[in-house]
């Protein structure tokens, strides 16, 4: 497994996966909204579940 860390626009990343922090019961961070938003809203679809 290589893992990396980078910085910059979260939006423009490209990966197979990544790690956003999310607490239960409160609303997305600015990070994590905007990856939500550039998903397509599947970050809130998933939590949902």
Request: no cysteine; charged share 25%.
């Amino acid at each position: 497994m290589n893992i990396m860390v980078k910085t910059g626009h979260v939006e423009m990343l490209r990966t197979d996966a990544a790690v956003i922090m999310v607490i239960e019961g409160e609303k997305l961070g600015s990070t994590a909204a905007r990856v939500d938003k550039a998903l397509g809203g599947m970050v809130q679809k998933l939590l949902k579940r």
